[in-house]
């Protein structure tokens, strides 16, 4: 599933079509209204953590592209379209995505505060939120997309790992510090990932995520599905602290 920063850069791909007026629309998305789109032009272009926004004259399209979703700018996939454009000087196709009509200003619908890639983002309210369920496992907590919108499986895994935090911790365990680094980190990794998107080096700076090996520790890196929704977890058990209650370390 792709990360907030992967919005981002795609709607950095995509700029460049702002202005432009759509010439075709076609799809089996079904709540998009293809003959009303064109004509339209496109005037803004933004995101929401795991969202992005395609703003037109008189109606925003808001694409999700959940677990498999592709996108191809001037060019196509191998996959069912689900929203094709044509502006007037190029395409953009989406594949295997959730493609939503938004007709409310975007400002009434989403709480910024939370997008953690957005300057409105607040690490404070973050931080009440997670300990608002203090049971929780951390590696559950940090994918929560109303408290840190924009963190996928890769960030959550990489930041537990650099703060040295083990995805079976409860939420209420992490003393206050720790946690508010980890949610910093989160942060932080979010914009390094669209460095690393930009430049083509997202596969060479992982340190866990996807890892055979820990470089602290050179033992074997765990991968196991935990969690509510059994998302993968990579982890070191040597050094990241589980925080459990009377836990001993």
Known sequence: MPE????????????????????QAEGRAGDIPFDELKGQTLT???????????GFTDLTIRIHLRFFGKYAINGTANRELELGLELDEGTINFYACECRLLREPLEELYDWSTDIMNPAFDPDQALRKLYNK??????????DQSILAGVGN??????????????ESRVGEIPEPVLRSL?????????????????GTTAD?????????????????????????????????????LYLPDAIW
């Not at 803004?44 to 395609?54: A, H, L, M, R, V």
């Open 4 to 23: 907030g920063p992967q919005m981002v850069f795609l709607k950095e791909q995509a700029e460049p079509f702002i202005g432009q007026v759509v010439v």
């Open 44 to 54: 803004s272009i933004s995101t929401f953590g795991k969202e992005i926004f395609f």
């Open 134 to 143: 203090p049971d929780r496992l951390i590696c559950d907590a940090l994918l």
């Open 154 to 167: 890769g960030i959550k895994n990489e930041a537990l790992f650099r703060q040295r935090v083990h995805p």
């Open 183 to 199: 949610v910093e980190e989160c942060v932080q990794l979010s914009f390094d990932y669209l460095d690393w998107k930009r430049e």
């Open 205 to 241: 700076q992982w340190q866990a995520y996807m890892r055979k090996q820990c470089p602290r520790d050179h033992i074997p890196i765990r991968k196991e599905k935990v969690g509510k929704d059994g998302r993968p977890c990579y982890f070191c058990d040597k050094c990241q602290r």
